[in-house]
């Protein structure tokens, strides 16, 4: 996708272990998220930033954390990963506006 | 509490025939609402903006509609295609303009 790679795009892990998925843009956006989508939920925004070291949690942060050391890079941590955070995770980025979120082509997360 | 409801949650049309997705929504205040398409395993991808003085916007195929009045939106599609198939997600940004609120989307399978 256009200017935003995640990584990895796969990944299986198990109970209690920490997990980092990364996000990076090449288009010097500030604003980037972290959605999480499951079946019968649309997606759900977990955290996201508004610039470098400046985040903020979503609806669904419990047991997430992120970090934004620079510009270009939005991470993702699962301090212990659960069962319950097996998901697709997807990254954007915004204007900051009304108009224009550009979304990776996910990762997808299975904690065993 | 904002919410955006689509319906049907899938549908399935034999290709060349049109079909029309339906999302309500109870998000205030409004300033748009938008229409993605998400091919299986890849992230959502705009099809279309629509702010608050626009009734109807065509994207290709696409015919988007919105009556803020009684808060409905539909998509329309015109002589769906094979490639059609996908889930159509229907967002509305919360209060806070990066705040999402994404609809369950219908999932739309056009069969040959």
């Known amino acids: 996708d256009a200017g935003i790679t995640q990584s990895p795009r796969h990944k299986v892990t198990e109970t209690g272990t920490p997990v980092t998925l990364r996000c990076h843009q090449t288009?010097?956006?500030?604003?980037m998220y972290w959605y999480r989508q499951d079946p019968g939920h649309g997606l759900r925004l977990i955290h996201y930033?508004?610039?470098?070291?400046?985040?903020d949690k979503g609806e669904v942060s419990d047991g997430y954390s992120v970090s934004r050391s620079k510009t270009e890079d939005f991470l993702l941590t699962l301090e212990s990963a659960t069962s319950s955070q097996t998901s697709v995770y997807f990254c954007?980025?915004?204007?900051?506006?009304?108009?224009?979120?550009?979304f990776g082509s996910g990762t997808r997360l299975t904690v065993v | 509490k904002n919410q955006v409801e689509q319906s049907p949650q899938s549908l399935i049309i034999l290709e060349g025939k049109n079909c029309t997705l339906q999302c309500n929504y109870t998000v205030s205040p409004f300033s748009n609402l938008r229409w993605y398409k998400q091919d299986t395993g890849r992230g959502p991808v705009s099809l279309t903006i629509?702010?608050?003085?626009?009734n109807t916007k065509s994207n290709g195929r696409y015919t988007a509609t919105l009556d803020a009045d009684t808060k409905q939106s539909s998509l329309h599609i015109t002589a769906s295609q094979l490639s059609d198939s996908a889930s159509y997600i229907c967002?509305?940004?919360?209060?806070?303009?990066?705040?999402?609120?994404f609809g369950g989307g219908t999932r739309l399978m056009v069969k040959p």
């Open positions: 629509m702010t608050f003085s626009e």
């Open positions: 967002v509305v940004p919360g209060h806070a303009g990066n705040m999402l609120t």
């Open positions: 288009e010097n956006h500030r604003y």
């Open positions: 954007a980025l915004g204007t900051g506006g009304s108009y224009g979120y550009t």
């Open positions: 930033s508004y610039g470098v070291k400046d985040t």
